[in-house]
């Protein structure tokens, strides 16, 4: 299952983007024997400012056709870590090909866009920068096939 993360706005170099690059490495290496990933990373930027709409638009055009949608939103479902695992493994085993998690702007997701969704994750209520939420992303996910694999890195 190939794991797309798409998100307004560009990480560039600095810790986020390390550590973004690490866990992405370790998710790949952890993943492979699983059948999930490669995490992919596409970013958008809206400089036409045609705010959440236009973000929206360049968002799905991003999308592998026919993908899994999950968008972080603060409205989302809270999740343990070994429920999100179990949820990757669930997605994975019912044949999902493509999974694609998206992350909005200042703003956050279009409401159009949300309501395609066919799940909204959620890391908490308080309002984390979006740059941070890719890392923290990537390092769950690394985390769901740490535990999947059965590895140690997770200590519950």
Known sequence: MRVHLTAVGRLRSGPERDLFDDYQ???????????LGPLSLTEVEDKKGGGMAGEAALLE??????????????????????????????????GVSDLAFVIGGADGIDP????????ALSFGQ??????????????QLYRAASILAGSPYHRA
Request: proline content about 4%; glycine content about 8%.
């Open 25 to 35: 490495t370790r998710f790949d290496r952890t993943g492979r024997a699983l059948a």
């Open 61 to 94: 055009r991003t999308l592998p056709q026919g993908a899994t949608l999950c968008v972080l939103d603060e409205r989302g479902t809270l999740m343990t870590s070994p429920k999100f695992a179990r949820k990757m493994g669930q997605w994975r085993d019912q």
């Open 126 to 139: 308080m309002v984390w920068p979006h740059m941070l939420v890719r890392v923290m992303l990537a390092e």
């Open 112 to 119: 159009g866009l949300r309501a395609q969704a066919d799940f």
